[in-house]
């Protein structure tokens, strides 16, 4: 073997190692969170929170630079391709419901996209906030399958876009319910479509607690927002550069 097959070799073993022990960590800590999300239901304990908290303090402490982390787990974020596909198996299964309110649920997903992108831009802009990272806030109310392909599209950065919806969901989770309370919104439909369109996943899990048929909704608003979003990406991409 002559020196620069063993540096071949040697680089192709190295990447390897990282990809295995950072996807074991990330997994292996995604699991035990679940494991005490069971056990101590809150929203503060629920896996999306504390798997994000601890995989930044292990980082920090091994003094692990982010490109290399993600370089070791960026598998996993190609998994999200194949998530996004099979948001149609709960379209199919909901079809009843899509059917039965398709004119309630259409106007509630243009005008509830188009709101949050239009608070998201105007709002960034009010703050100063610069052109890339606020293209990144844009998709924030999306889940983050759908959320980071237009995120990417528009120009932002699809990683910090999939931050934000983290971030977005926990606010709409924690706080819905109590927002939910002071408004006139008693309607099974009402409740889960505000849900899954400000707060996508963590939303709809919340959703779920409060009524099965508002959890319902709060997913298929999700899904449907989620695609409506991922359509007009090409014309948001016109308008905003």
Known sequence: MNFDA????????????????WSVVTIGLYWLSKVFHRRYKRWWTAPIIITPILLIIITIVSHTNYNVYISGTHWLIALLGPATVAFAVPIYRRKNIMLLYWRTLSIGVIFGSILSIASAWFLASAVGIESTLRLSLLPRSISTPFAMVISGEIGGTPELTAIFVILTGIFGASFGQLVLYWLPLKSKMSRGASFGLAAHVVGSNKAYELDNEVGTIAALVMVLT????????????????
């Open 226 to 241: 989620g695609i409506f979003n991922v359509l007009i990406a090409p014309l948001l991409e016109i308008i905003l550069t």
């Open 6 to 21: 063993f540096l071949t070799y040697r680089s192709l073993l190295m990447a390897a190692e990282v990809t295995l022990l």
